[in-house]
């Protein structure tokens, strides 16, 4: 770890009504004090941020949303702006999750309007990306990434970049309890670290967040978080209950 601040991210997907969302943010909200060496976040569903918000009021717990689109307001059914997001007590925003991409047809060029548009709001985008398992077997991680990170963040400044969080997720690591080797991890992150820096220069590159998602679980954090480009999680299943996203944000360094 450097001396970036980590960040523990927990992204509750399409789980939890209003009111299971409240009881597990009211449990975590127990479980965890303020550190000075790391942030925590939880983007629960739409319809529970207002309420989550709430409960989250004077904790160390950020509140945070899996989407939202580029334009303010109009005529487009179904979707959630970022002065919505900020109105229902948002500050952070994920941004092209695997999910996104595959299911939704989320593209580099969507992403990039709603990065530009987080920024515009102050909301702080986390921006996920990530190689499929074929991508890997096909010796083109390194390509991906680089085609993701350059079409993703093109039109902003390292002066708009200066909050931006970035979660590397391999896909075929989400959800599938197949965690990337820490050796893994670590030399995608140091790769991604090296576009911030060519594209955007050191300084940026140096005090950019690069989180791991993927299977991150209790017992995998310590070491993920012992590689020196590991600056945090993007955790999905095991950020559902309290307990275990606690022992997660607990980890040692
Ligand atoms: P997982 O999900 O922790 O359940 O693998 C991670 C994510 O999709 O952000």
């Known amino acids: 770890m450097s001396d ?15 009111a299971e969302a409240v009881d597990e943010a009211k449990a975590l909200v127990d479980l965890v004090q303020p550190m ?14 207002a309420q ?11 509140l945070g949303a899996q989407n939202m689109f580029w334009e303010n307001e109009g ?30 047809g989320e593209t580099d060029d969507t992403v990039n309007k709603k990065i530009v548009t ?21 010796n083109q991680t390194f390509s991906i990434l680089d085609k993701q990170v350059t079409k993703g963040l093109s039109n902003l400044s390292s002066k708009d970049l200066e909050t931006l969080i970035i979660a590397y997720e391999p896909i075929w690591a989400i959800g599938t309890g197949k965690t990337a080797t820490t050796e893994q991890a670590q030399e995608a992150h140091r790769f991604i670290r090296s ?29 993920l978080m012992a590689m020196p480009d590991v600056d945090g999680a993007l955790v999905g299943g095991a950020s559902l209950k309290a307990d275990s ?3 997660i944000i607990k980890y040692n360094r």
């Open 4 to 18: 970036r601040k980590a960040l523990i991210a927990g992204n509750w997907k399409m789980y939890k009504t209003c």
């Open 36 to 49: 000075d060496d790391r942030e925590i976040m939880i983007a629960p569903t739409y319809t529970a941020l």
């Open 52 to 62: 989550v918000s709430e409960v989250l009021k004077g904790s160390p717990v950020a």
């Open 75 to 104: 005529a487009f059914t179904g979707e959630i702006s970022a002065p919505m997001l900020i109105s229902a007590g948002c500050s952070h925003v994920i941004i092209g999750h695997s999910e996104r991409r595959q299911y939704f």
């Open 118 to 138: 987080a920024f515009n709001h102050d909301l702080i985008p986390v921006f996920c990306i990530g190689e499929s398992e074929q991508e890997r077997d096909l």
């Open 195 to 223: 576009l911030i820096d060519k594209a955007f220069g050191s300084e940026l590159a140096q005090s950019m967040r690069i989180l791991y998602g993927g299977s991150v679980k209790p017992d995998n954090i310590d070491e």
């Open 245 to 247: 996203f606690s022992n």
